[in-house]
Each structure stands twice: as C-alpha cells, then as structure tokens.
Nanobody
Framework: QVQLVESGGGLVQAGGSLRLSCAAS????????MGWFRQAPGKEREFVARLTWSGSTQDYADSVKDRFAISRDNARNTVYLQMNSLKPEDTAVYYC???????????????????WGQGTQVTVSS
C-alpha cells in the first residue's frame, strides 16, 4: 500500500509555470506507475499524464502535451508534474495516483489506479 500527498498548487497567471510534487510513503514506490489527473468544477476527473514504473514510457493528454512534463525521483519517493504555459482552462484540483499493476489495461482510466492523493488546487488567472 502507498499513501500519496500532493503539494505545489497555487494561483498563477496565464503563461506562468508551476511544479506539482507528489510524495509517496510506503513500500516499493519504484514498482508503481504514477499518474496525474485533474478535476475542474462541474466536470469529471480527467487524465493528465502517466509515467510507468520503469520511467521508460510517458503519456500525456492532448490538452497538455508539449506544456506539461511528468518525472519521478525514486530515491525521494516523489513524482512531479512540471506545468508550463499555463492556461485558465488548466484550473482544477490536481491529483496524483499510483498503479501497482505490471501491465495497465487502460492506463488513462481512473479505475486503473488503486491509490490517490487528496489533491492540490491549481488556479490560472487570465
């Protein structure tokens, strides 16, 4: 089992940057593939990015591709989401999630992930 705590959210102007962190406690963090999701008010939670346990494969939603970057530091049990060129439509609560399965059937689905953090608010002003 793993516990996840996000940090780094805040208020930023459009065009700015933020880096979110997700600190994991528990065993075998390096064995988990990690994802970031977000949920805006009145909308469903949506996939943002994923990084496999090996770090070899990254996946991004089209809406954030070329602006966001996911990375991990297994020595620190932490996964990051670097967000650049932020837009007002990026405003949401951002969640990190952990997937223990060795091979993801649907890596972009919320149901793929067994463990979730509490979320961190990102607000982008125009």
């Amino acid at each position: 089992q793993v516990q996840l705590v996000e940090s780094g959210g805040g208020l930023v102007q459009a065009g700015g940057s933020l880096r979110l962190s997700c600190a994991a406690s528990g065993r075998a963090f390096s064995a988990y593939s990690m994802g970031w999701f977000r949920q805006a008010p009145g909308k469903e939670r949506e996939f943002v990015a994923r990084l496999t346990w090996s770090g070899s494969t990254q996946d991004y939603a089209d809406s954030v591709k070329d602006r966001f970057a996911i990375s991990r530091d297994n020595a620190r049990n932490t996964v990051y989401l670097q967000m650049n060129s932020l837009k007002p439509e990026d405003t949401a609560v951002y969640y990190c999630a952990a997937d223990r399965s060795p091979r993801a059937a649907n890596p972009r689905a919320s149901s793929q992930y067994a463990y979730w953090g509490q979320g961190t608010q990102v607000t982008v002003s125009s």
